[in-house]
């Protein structure tokens, strides 16, 4: 389970790491490009912090504080900060020229102009000056910590923290394990990393490490193609692949001299990554507009294709063969920080084997000297990875983590099958008592799910209704289970997230924890299980789930905890993870039926509810009367398979609605639906 290189104890960047101190002062040398967008992300996250940043001159210093200004108050514009959180972010910020400053600092990331010289004698003056236990990384995207911490006299404390631009919201960050490196310096920043909202992934210690690999290739690919085609007809293929093509993205990060530098160190292992000529003779590329479409033949598009998917499975295969990352982080990083629609290995999976071969056999005859055609055979294999979901172990107990961070781990049909894999793989296992399932990060265990294939079936009530069946797959296994399932709700349980830790045998919380089932406002329902399972298992907390149901009405953890719907409360992630843990082996030999037999519902657990969410907003009347007629149906229904056909067929009617085709339909337009007269 463990990969014994990249990932040698646990996968969740936020269990295991033995420390768990935040920084008191941080300190970014370089004021340039990235430098302070790290900076502003620290400072946003742990608004307490002093954070200095330093430079040789005053100028860069000056725009940086500008720019921190700038963050911060469009920020409170967009109603996404308050005033008082913007004053407390850009308090306790030093800009200055003198390394004497940062002689206190807990941890000093360099982003500073990529040349090793210069990052050498950077790293000799911080290592002079600051604590021993000082953290020092670099945020190199090419050069391997082996070269740039040679001179170091501690380079157990040091390592590489590759971001991405922009770095103030882009979660994707790189950390680098090396000979050289304490591991524990590695855990220690990715569970930093993760507290703070990024979503780090480990790489091996080569040059350009993981993401660079693709995403230079990727560029200079496109350099290589223009005398057969255009920018514009090259982008306007790419974006099929990805959200922004390779010549928008270098324009916008002025990225001509990094392709050159980062493409001649790859020449290191062979010539075929020699870097286009034209990058040395243009400074910005002619694009196309946004929704633009370049025209071009059939043949150059394809050509196109070809090409671009050749380089980025030349280093995907790459990558997975020589360990540089895990195939799930490969995708992860392509998608968060890359932009690419999907990750190489799930298009791949899509794309076929015969396909990949082909694309992979004319990139060798028309660009010989690339890797991966030599490893096309295990590409059935690399395609073959649990894409979503983290596995590790808590001695006994199987921990499962959903990790979709951009998507705040909501469900999709992969999401709910790899569960169940990992549930049926250890099913019989005797070494395992049971499972704990959390969410990746701090702030969600589950948004709900993705709506997927839904709006295809609205209208059609059979449909529908089969649909709410299929999506239950998942939770109707965890209803037969004999080892004990307990969710550590991490955060938000939306919708289908709610859904999935109800049914688990037990349930704890973190103190942040909210339970909802937002569906009333698209006017729709929750199908797999929503509408039942809370009035048999907590029959005390009846009306608060009939409100959150017909009204959108939410339940925090201490609510949860006094209506007896979770166990416990922990206000640490790890804690929670290893309360839950100890809940599972509380439940050994006693394993509870998910639903209970009998049922108890007060007079007033299934009252009347009025058309408006809890702010107000006006719902679909109908749409309300379904839910509430479904749940009274359910609680009067002979057993609980009974019931769950009733919710079920409960889904597949109000999918039937004018409500349903609002809440929809608006859904997807991004505006507000209009129930009037519904």
Not at 249 to 257: R, T
Not at 437 to 464: H, N, Q, V, W
Not at 547 to 560: C, H, T, V, W
Not at 668 to 677: A, C, E, I, M, W
């Amino acid at each position: 389970m463990p990969d014994s290189t990249l990932y040698p104890g646990f996968k969740n960047p936020l269990v295991g790491s033995p420390r768990k101190t935040l920084p008191k002062h941080a300190a970014m040398v370089g004021a340039g490009t990235i430098g302070p967008d790290i900076g502003y992300y620290l400072k946003a996250a742990l608004p307490d912090i002093k954070l200095t940043l330093i430079d040789v001159v005053e100028e860069p210093l000056e725009a940086a504080k500008a720019r921190f200004a700038g963050y911060a108050g469009k920020a409170v514009q967009r109603g996404k900060m308050k005033q008082e959180m913007a004053d407390q972010v850009l308090a306790n910020i030093f800009y200055t020229t003198n390394y004497d400053d940062i002689a206190d600092a807990d941890i000093i990331v360099e982003a500073a102009t990529e040349s090793i010289p210069l990052k050498k004698k950077i790293f000799g003056m911080i290592e002079e000056r600051v604590a021993d236990d000082a953290i020092i990384t670099s945020n190199t995207s090419s050069i391997p910590a082996e070269v740039i911490f040679a001179d170091m006299k501690r380079p157990e404390r040091t390592t590489i923290t590759h971001f991405f631009a922009p770095a103030w919201r882009n979660p994707a960050v790189e950390v680098i394990t090396w000979a050289k490196s304490n591991r524990e310096v590695v855990d220690y920043l990715r569970w930093l990393f993760a507290v703070t909202g990024k979503a780090p992934v480990v790489t091996a210690d080569v040059v350009c490490f993981m993401l660079d690999r693709v995403f230079d290739n990727w560029c200079n690919e496109a350099a290589l193609l223009l005398p057969e085609a255009t920018s514009k007809q090259i982008d306007t293929v790419a974006e099929r692949y990805v959200y922004a093509g390779p010549f928008f993205v270098l324009n916008m990060a002025n990225g001509n001299p990094i392709i050159v530098e980062t493409n001649e160190r790859q020449m290191e292992e062979s010539p075929a990554y020699k870097p286009a000529n034209v990058f040395n003779s243009v400074d910005r590329w002619i694009t196309k507009k946004p929704g633009e479409k370049a025209e071009m033949s059939d043949d150059i598009r394809q050509l196109i294709s070809d090409r671009l998917l050749g380089i980025l499975y030349s280093q995907s295969l790459d990558v997975v063969a020589r360990e540089i990352g895990t195939p799930e982080d490969l995708d992860l990083g392509c998608a968060l920080a890359l932009g690419f629609r999907k990750g190489p290995l799930e298009l791949a999976g899509e794309l076929g084997y015969d396909e990949i071969k082909r694309i992979m056999e004319r990139l060798d005859k028309e660009r010989n000297g690339l890797p991966g055609l030599s490893v096309i055979d295990q590409l059935p294999a690399m395609i073959n990875f649990k894409q979503y979901v983290l596995v590790d172990k808590l001695d006994d107990v199987v921990l499962i983590t959903i990790r979709r961070p951009a998507q705040m781990n909501a469900l999709t049909d992969r999401v709910t099958d790899e569960i169940l894999a990992v549930l049926q793989e250890y099913a019989d296992d005797p070494s395992v008592t049971g499972f704990v399932i959390t969410g990746y990060g701090t702030r969600a265990f589950c948004a709900g799910a993705d709506i997927g294939k839904f709006p295809e079936m609205l209208g059609d009530t059979a449909a529908s209704a089969q649909y709410a069946r299929d999506c239950s797959r998942l939770l109707v296994y965890i209803d037969q289970m004999t080892k004990p399932i307990v969710a550590a709700v991490n955060g938000m349980a939306l919708g289908g997230g709610a859904e999935l830790a109800i049914r688990c045998h037990s349930m704890v919380a973190g103190s942040n924890a909210m339970f909802q089932f937002p569906e009333i406002t698209l006017g729709i329902l929750p199908g797999i299980g929503g509408l039942i399972v809370p009035y048999r298992k907590w029959p005390q907390a009846a009306a608060k789930f009939t409100a959150m149901l017909a009204r959108g009405d939410r339940m925090n953890a201490k609510e949860a905890l006094e209506l007896g719907v979770v166990s416990s409360l922990e206000d640490e992630y790890e804690a929670l993870v290893m309360a839950a843990a100890a809940k599972v082996r509380e439940l050994k030999d006693d394993v509870p039926p998910t639903i209970p037999a009998t049922l108890d519902i007060p007079a007033d657990g299934v009252a009347d509810q009025e058309a408006a969410a809890m702010d107000g907003t006006p719902l679909s009347k109908e749409a309300v009367g379904i839910i509430l007629d479904a749940v009274r149906a359910g609680v009067k229904a002979p057993s609980f398979a009974a019931a769950l056909e009733v919710g079920y067929e409960a889904f597949g009617k109000i999918a039937a609605t004018a409500a349903a085709k609002e809440g929809i339909g608006s859904f997807l337009s991004r505006k507000k639906p209009d129930f009037s007269g519904m």
